[in-house]
């Protein structure tokens, strides 16, 4: 069975470069031991970088022992869920690739919020 994104069609890829994913496979898949739930596709902006630096979660520096590069403003990355909403109330949370973003996203955000904060490119 196809994962579905929140528009209820195919998940489409967030990023390969960075490599992205709890399975670093691109895509913004989940299953029941993804306890962040990483279904958030987001375009990384430097207030968010810094926002999540605030709350204990270094997304900047490079860990090659978990595959992870280090992210920069203007990355797309697979977010913790929750991690995004506190984002979003903060005023801070980063545009989201609607497409990319898995559909247990909704379990956590509403439709009206992601759209709210879509990413389109120009």
């Known amino acids: ?3 579905l994104n929140v528009l209820g069609t195919a998940l489409q890829a967030c990023s390969y470069d960075p490599l992205t994913g709890y399975f670093r496979d691109g895509c913004c898949h989940t ?11 987001a ?15 270094d997304l900047v520096t490079p ?6 590069p280090g992210l920069r403003p203007g990355d797309r990355w697979c977010l913790c869920a929750l991690r995004w ?4 109330e903060g005023g801070c949370a980063p ?3 609607l497409e990319s ?4 996203a ?3 955000v509403s439709l009206e919020a992601l759209k709210a904060h879509a990413w389109v490119k120009a």
């Open 1 to 3: 069975m196809t994962a």
């Open 31 to 41: 299953r029941e031991d993804d306890i962040g739930s990483h279904v958030i596709c």
């Open 43 to 57: 375009k990384v902006t430097a207030d968010f970088l810094a926002f999540s630096m605030a709350r204990g979660n």
């Open 63 to 68: 860990r090659p022992e978990w595959r992870f």
């Open 85 to 88: 909403k506190e984002a979003l």
């Open 95 to 97: 545009p989201v690739v």
């Open 101 to 104: 973003c898995h559909e247990r």
């Open 106 to 108: 909704l379990d956590f």
